[in-house]
T-cell receptor, first 115, second 118 residues
Framework: GAVVSQHPSWVICKSGTSVKIECRSL??????MFWYRQFPKQSLMLMAT?????????EQGVEKDKFLINHASLTLSTLTVTSAHPEDSSFYIC???????????FGPGTRLTVT | AQKVTQAQTEISVVEKEDVTLDCVYE???????LFWYKQPPSGELVFLIR??????QNEISGRYSWNFQKSTSSFNFTITASQVVDSAVYFC???????????????FGSGTQLTVLP
């Protein structure tokens, strides 16, 4: 139980294009979803927190207009990297949480390379 | 502010040795949760343990054990008789409740790269 999937698992795109990453909770309804970014050999940094049906809360320093997060249902959240640049190349990881449950359930991650 | 410090950037041991990964945290919350995750080269995070701030009992799970000491704000992780498959990056994380009943927002340490040599 508590499986989270991400799609795609890896993506290569050209500079200036937009990329959408999907995060799905497969066997439970996620009240909250989190998006993290991890640069090579670094830690996971929280980008934003989103609750179903409401706007995401972004961490300081994360551009909300560049990283669009949509949490339209209790099983799906999407992260769109708009006008991607090489410095956006990173490993993006989502996690999903349930009300009253302490664990977050992590997706397998999406490796984005912007050329 | 929440902060997690993993001072050991890299550790290398020979198989069957015991190894301890250190984690020190800072928080002003009275209720909080501590986690350890393993990240193998594939990148997917593997949950290892959760401990809440009210429970200072040490825990053992097979070759893994955890020592939570609130007095020193530490939550250390020991692998006994290490194996090559234990090679990975290990993250300690601190969780706080972000709103009533919601899942916790996590602050991760910088991670410790453990290499177990055959």
């Amino acid at each position: 139980g508590a499986v989270v999937s991400q799609h795609p698992s890896w993506v290569i795109c050209k500079s200036g294009t937009s990329v959408k990453i999907e995060c799905r909770s497969l066997d439970f309804q996620a009240t909250t979803m989190f998006w993290y970014r991890q640069f090579p050999k670094q830690s996971l940094m929280l980008m934003a927190t989103s609750n179903e049906g409401s706007k995401a809360t972004y961490e300081q320093g994360v551009e909300k207009d560049k990283f669009l997060i949509n949490h339209a249902s209790l099983t799906l959240s999407t992260l769109t990297v708009t006008s991607a640049h090489p410095e956006d190349s990173s490993f993006y990881i989502c996690s999903a949480g349930l009300a009253g449950v302490q664990e977050q359930y992590f997706g397998p991650g999406t490796r984005l390379t912007v050329t | 502010a929440q902060k997690v410090t993993q001072a050991q950037t890299e550790i290398s041991v020979v198989e069957k040795e015991d190894v301890t990964l250190d984690c020190v945290y800072e928080t002003r919350d009275t209720t909080y949760y501590l986690f350890w995750y393993k990240q193998p080269p594939s990148g997917e995070l593997v949950f290892l343990i959760r401990r809440n701030s009210f429970d200072e009992q040490n825990e053992i799970s097979g070759r893994y054990s955890w020592n939570f000491q609130k007095s020193t704000s530490s939550f250390n992780f020991t692998i006994t008789a290490s194996q090559v498959v234990d090679s990975a990056v290990y993250f300690c994380a601190l969780g706080r409740t972000i709103s009533s009943g919601s899942a916790r927002q996590l602050t991760f340490g910088s991670g410790t790269q453990l290499t177990v040599l055959p």
